[in-house]
């Protein structure tokens, strides 16, 4: 039986008449493939990379498993439409918060047609992308049962200045985070899903350190999905924080030269995450523009 | 008494009539102030930085030493014009081979006017900045007594391929370099120059360390001069490799944001001098389009 996503934060969704994405309840996705080159380069890329040999388990693990394309009935009504088949990243989390976060401060190749150019151009000048090597693509915060969800409008979280983003990134890993969004996020899960040995920022750094040396693929326009379910953490369980890299249809050949494009935007998000905490009660602007968004 | 600097290879250029740097026996270094906010930015950036508590003796060594401003006779017979007063980077030196590297794809600014932007953008896409993350902008490569120096024109370096770039940077610490053009570089002095605790490319991961935590500064437009003396190299004596910053006109306040730009690029130039020291025979390519230039 297929459905609905419950925990899209980004891209085209699916409902009311609309394409986008399905899972089943087996743990696979269902995402349409898109009609121009951009459905027919992410099927390209899905499977280069995963016969990839040079490809090492420990970065492997940071995309999401392939299982080829099916032809299955669109969720627009427009009949049997081919779809890659993905591993559903949601499955077994019940709660998830989750911020979508689209990397690199040029979502586009060189080459790119002129008008793609011109069109990313203009979104990157006018959202965070070219001050801070990414932006943010959409978010949810879970609070509580009572709560549910904070989930700002995704164009709301796009342009924010460095300052309201770190504040974003703190109310993430904050028990305070969905009822009283005037207060400041005490940060109570910084430690515990950002920080630790397996934790978010030990996953950045160690997708950094491949990122550092790969030259086989330019990552243009991705993101990188930071998840972690907040109820656990609630109860002193481990979280299960954990970062997934999405969204290939941009990617191109390396030709023996790094990512410098992905890799100074992670760099960056690390810098932010590194300073929560570091300093996770440190804070320049009180009133955040976001907060009428609830 | 003020000349013009011998060993420059990339900026505006002093002689027949035209306005540019000096240097004097005491090895300072004039630069005409430009006229326009270039100018005035570059002397803003000094004084801050040269003042700024916060920068460590570490990386401090990387910027030329500034003396302040001076009221000298311009080169172009102008008069008395204001100069920056800057270290002579090439004192001490009698042979040097020097490369000047322009830093980041992107070298406008996003407060930058939109014609400037316009022109950089153009002039980014059009050479290696963009798929780099850097171009040359200038080199000089010293051969021996009888062939002297190897020193294309600026434009035909600043646009090559990745592998291109390779091959200069293999010569460039090579011993075949300026009289045989055609042959592939030896890189006979890439462990003494690149390599080591003290050589170019420890300095390089020094300055990296130093971009992925400062949030002070955005290096837009500045290039990474690299400079040894070949001579000593071919006497078997330390080269002096040694790597500095230069060029601030566009540098602008970081606001808590790395220099996800300047740090992309850097980390691109770093795997490509990492690959020079790892496999330094390896080529694919055995013509270059600028041996023609000698």
Same mark, same amino acid.
């Given at each position: ?76 009504? =427009? ?15 019940? /709660? ?21 150019? @011109? ?8 959202? =965070? ?29 796009? /342009? ?81 924080? @954990? ?47 976001? /907060?009428?968004?609830?």
């Amino acid at each position: 039986m297929l459905k609905i996503p419950p925990h899209q934060v980004a891209g085209h969704k699916a409902g009311n008449g609309k394409l986008g994405p399905l899972v089943d309840e087996s743990g696979r996705f269902y995402k349409p493939l898109q009609g121009d080159e951009r459905g027919s380069n992410e099927l390209k890329f899905y499977t280069s990379f995963s016969s990839d040999s040079r490809i090492p388990e420990h970065i492997s693990k940071f995309f999401p498993t392939f299982f080829g394309t099916q032809l299955i009935e669109a969720s627009d009504g =427009s009949g049997l439409k081919p779809h890659l088949v993905l591993e559903d990243l949601s499955v077994g989390r019940d /709660n998830p918060s989750i911020v979508d976060i689209k990397m690199g401060s040029r979502t586009w190749a060189p080459e790119a047609s002129e008008e793609y150019i @011109q069109k990313c151009l203009k979104k990157d000048r006018e959202t =965070s992308s070219l001050p801070l090597g990414f932006r943010l693509s959409g978010i949810q915060i879970y609070g509580n049962k009572e709560s549910g969800y904070w989930k700002p409008e995704r164009t709301s979280v796009q /342009n924010l200045p460095a300052e309201e983003v770190k504040l974003i990134l703190k109310r993430f890993v904050s028990s305070n985070t969905s009822t009283d969004m005037d207060m400041q996020p005490d940060c109570a899960f910084a430690a515990t899903v950002y920080g630790g040995s397996t934790g978010i920022l030990s996953q950045l750094l160690e997708m950094k350190a491949w990122f550092e040396d790969q030259t086989m693929y330019h990552f243009y326009s991705c993101s990188i999905l930071i998840m972690f379910e907040k109820g656990l953490a609630l109860e002193g369980q481990n979280p299960g924080g @954990q970062i997934k890299l999405i969204d290939f249809a941009h990617v191109i050949e390396g030709r023996g030269v790094i990512d410098h494009n992905f890799l100074g935007g992670l760099c960056s998000l690390i810098k932010f995450i590194s300073e929560i905490l570091t300093a996770p009660s440190e804070h320049k602007s009180l009133v955040s523009s976001v /907060n009428g968004v609830n």
